[in-house]
């Protein structure tokens, strides 16, 4: 069965930074794109990082240069590194990935408050 857990959210001034992590069971994680995705109160989920198998990267305009998105495929684990937060930044954040296609995966996610 596959599950995404997601840790490392928490309370942080504006500046501050943040990692988190999700950690993928299973025996898929290295041959799969992973994302992060956030959702704010009253707001649609959006996209904030994707990361090929490969390690290539991509990001919205909204952080591009901020958050950074990484993977350790030994470990199972993906992470986002998130710097100079804002307060608009804050949102539960939640992994995710594409399975066979059309099965998306997520995680419960884990909340990130930005104070300002």
């Known amino acids: 069965q596959v599950q995404l857990v997601e840790s490392g959210g928490g309370l942080v001034q504006a500046g501050g930074s943040l990692r988190l992590s999700c950690v993928a069971s299973g025996n898929f994680f290295s041959s799969n794109t992973m994302d992060w995705y956030r959702q704010a109160p009253g707001k649609q989920r959006e996209l904030v990082a994707t990361i090929t198998s490969g390690g290539i990267a991509n990001f919205p305009d909204s952080v591009k240069g901020r958050f950074f998105i990484f993977r350790d495929n030994p470990k199972n684990t993906m992470y986002l590194q998130m710097n100079s937060l804002k307060p608009e930044d804050t949102a539960v954040y939640y992994c995710?990935?594409?399975?066979?296609?059309?099965?998306?995966?997520w995680g419960k996610g884990t909340l990130v408050t930005v104070s300002s």
């Open positions: 995710h990935c594409l399975r066979f296609g059309s099965l998306n995966v």
